[in-house]
């Protein structure tokens, strides 16, 4: 494809775990460098700099502050520095490729495309709906709040001079491959018309048209974002990941949901998160995820 023969990519690493309620994937980054992005994003023709990762705090060098969203003032200042990271690479022709990292990051990367173009378009590929707010949350554990930050839900809390919520259009927000929704995030799911496609919904209808729907709904949009989070797979394919929820894409329809992807020519911005190689086997989570990237930047059989 000469688009991805043209393209340059900077990688940027978020080695951040506080917004998780399980430690390790704050190693996110080294396991998937380690699988070999870079290589094989080279092997595409992708033009590859590695920026390497952003500061981050530690929890033990931190205090978890407010029990409704824990770490929050420190997750916030790791989002704006990967705001500021992901601005200078799209302004500089780059496409941004995040690593986490648990998925609070996406505030940050949301925050960094929309710094530039306005409120975008996101796939979220998770197991979670990550829609909750501090008010709602069950757990306190922000890694299951930054779409709804991101789509203005709580403004006061999330507000930073770093980005301007919505960083995200409601109307073009699909979530695919959920399984597991709180509470609050299934009210604020019907009461906005959010566009969820469930697993058993992925199950009755197929994973390819259910994306090409999905492509459609965001087709127009100043950008698109693609947050890829490990626990989206099947933990028989995916076990290395922070939150694993049975059930999940095959491997397969993972790798076809990203060839769709490359196919519509619309990915802006990617990021892959919760990957946790303390629970994996032989980093095969994140050597997955490499391949899943390398699908959505146009790698095929053929």
């Known amino acids: 494809m000469p688009e991805a023969n043209a393209r340059k990519v900077a990688v940027i690493g978020a080695a951040l775990d506080l917004g998780a309620g399980r430690r390790g994937v704050d190693m996110g980054p080294s396991a998937i460098r380690y699988a070999g992005l870079d290589d094989r994003l080279e092997e595409l023709g992708v033009r590859c700099s590695d920026w390497g990762n952003v500061e981050t705090a530690v929890a033990e060098a931190a205090e978890s502050g407010r029990s409704d969203a824990r770490f929050l003032a420190e997750i916030k200042e790791t989002c704006e520095r990967i705001a500021g990271a992901v601005t200078r690479a799209v302004t500089s022709g780059r496409t941004p490729v995040v690593l986490g990292g648990d998925h609070s990051i996406a505030l940050g990367t949301l925050g960094g495309m929309a710094a530039v173009h306005g409120p ?13 707010t501090p008010e709602t949350s069950p757990s306190g554990n922000v890694h299951g709040m930054p779409l709804g930050a991101a789509l203005g839900r709580a403004p006061d809390v999330f507000a930073s001079e770093a980005w301007t919520l919505p960083a995200v259009d409601h109307e073009r927000v699909v979530l695919l491959g959920v399984r597991s929704l709180d509470d609050g995030e299934r009210e604020y799911v019907r009461d906005r018309g959010i566009a969820v496609y469930t697993m058993s919904e992925l199950d009755r209808r197929g ?96």
């Open 207 to 302: 994973i390819e048209p259910a994306l090409r729907e999905a492509l459609e709904r965001v087709e127009g949009a100043p950008f698109l974002h693609l947050s890829l989070d490990m626990d989206v797979v099947d933990p028989e394919v995916a076990p290395g990941v922070g939150t694993p929820v049975r059930g999940g894409l095959s491997y397969r329809e993972a790798h076809l949901a990203m060839e769709l992807v490359a196919e519509s020519g619309l990915l802006a911005s990617l990021e892959i998160v919760e990957v946790n190689p303390i629970l994996d086997r032989g980093n095969e989570t994140a050597a997955l995820g490499v391949e899943l990237v390398a699908s959505a930047f146009g790698a095929r059989i053929l």
């Open 120 to 132: 975008g378009a996101v796939l979220w590929l998770d197991a979670h709906g990550d829609l909750n």
